[in-house]
């Protein structure tokens, strides 16, 4: 059974950064992409960026560098990091993976297979 647990969600005050984890189990992180998502309040959900061992790729409104991701496969996990937070990044993060043989568009939530429970980020002073 794959399960994606993650972690780190809170309260940042404007300016701040975040870390963010999702740890995997029952998957190998290096044979899957890895996605990262943001719903905010009212909003849908939307893709942040993929890392894959093709690396990274950006999706949408977030071609601008300020969310960070990386993958310690000796943990089996990813990492989100969050920087210059303003008011409009609050919502719930999601991490999610498929299997990198499979293809897919890494920017298309519907490509991803196994969803983590989300973590909540409010940036408020």
């Known amino acids: 059974q794959i399960q994606l647990v993650q972690s780190g969600g809170g309260l940042v005050q404007p300016g701040g950064s975040r870390r963010l984890s999702c740890t995997a189990s029952?998957?190998?992180?290096?044979?899957?992409?890895i996605g990262w998502f943001r719903q905010a309040p009212d909003k849908e959900r939307e893709a942040i960026f993929s890392?894959?061992?093709?690396?990274?790729?950006r999706c949408g409104i977030f071609v601008q560098e300020r969310f960070f991701g990386s993958v310690y496969n000796g943990k089996n996990t990813a990492y989100l990091e969050l920087t210059d937070l303003g008011p409009e990044d609050s919502g719930d993060y999601y991490c999610?993976?498929?299997?990198?043989?499979?293809?897919?568009?890494?920017?298309?939530?519907?490509?991803?297979?196994?969803w983590g429970q989300g973590t909540q980020v409010t940036v408020s002073s």
């Open positions: 999610a993976t498929y299997s990198w043989q499979s293809g897919g568009s890494s920017c298309l939530r519907t490509s991803y297979h196994n």
């Open positions: 890392i894959s061992r093709e690396g990274i790729i």
């Open positions: 029952g998957v190998s992180l290096g044979d899957s992409v």
